[in-house]
């Protein structure tokens, strides 16, 4: 048994019991992809009773602020407790869910790790690259920087830099992150309806996340898509 399969049995083992302890409920399943400089765990089947409530209403924008805020109020102590399952120095955790298929994402940040995480040859890096900066530019702006990793074989993350206007940094600067977040969210999501994301990655895409580090001006996108 190697190493990162023991500390993904562990991390999956934490993670039940910190939905429990948190959110009073389990996720049907949850998957773990460790690839340093990132370790994300992948929710499915989670959805409280009364959250189902506030869904069926079309009223999503209150479940996702009051998890965004029980993650933040936690994220030390949910750092501190991943940081067991590995050696490399954890430094932020990110998270976002699509309450409509009960799925959520932990993205945890890592210091270092591999520096290479190539697309597969098959799939045309410069269309991905086109589509990912249309649609940045359609709700902000050019970012700096775009980097692919290709996590795993159903898990691409997209990092930008550099992405966010003048009027956003005010409201930052305001207090406003959460506003800001909920805003930004269904605009990110227009990728999938868009642009023909599924053609270049010859592979139909299951789910999509998207969290912001908006201190570092910096956003990870990330497609689960379907095996191959």
């Known amino acids: 048994m190697n190493v990162n399969h023991i500390n993904d049995m562990k991390i999956r083992h934490y993670t039940e019991k910190f939905l429990v302890d948190h959110f009073g409920e389990k996720a049907n399943q949850i998957r773990v992809t460790y690839a340093p400089p990132f370790l994300l765990i992948h ?37 501190e407790e991943i ?67 290709w996590l795993s074989d159903q898990v691409l993350l997209v990092e930008r830099i550099g992405i966010l206007v003048d009027i956003e940094k005010q409201l930052l600067k305001n207090g406003l992150n959460e506003e800001l977040r909920l805003a930004k969210l269904p605009m990110e999501r227009r990728i999938l309806t868009l642009f023909n994301l599924e053609g270049h990655l010859n592979r139909q895409i299951e ?17 689960i898509l379907t095996e191959e």
């Open 207 to 223: 789910d999509l996340f998207v969290d912001w580090d908006f201190p570092q001006d910096r956003s990870y996108m990330v497609f």
């Open 43 to 79: 929710l499915n089947g989670f959805l409280l009773p009364t959250e189902r409530i506030f869904v069926e209403k079309g009223q999503l924008e209150k479940v996702i602020e009051t998890r965004d805020i029980l993650i933040q109020s936690v994220k030390p102590t949910l750092l």
């Open 83 to 149: 940081q067991q399952f590995t050696d490399i120095k954890l430094l932020d955790l990110y998270a976002d869910w699509n309450l409509h298929q009960q799925t959520g994402l932990l993205i945890v940040k890592m210091e270092k790790g591999e520096s290479d995480y190539p697309l597969p040859q098959s799939l045309n890096q410069e269309a991905l690259y086109e589509i990912v900066l249309m649609n940045s530019m359609r709700s902000q702006r050019k970012p700096d920087e775009i980097n692919f990793y």
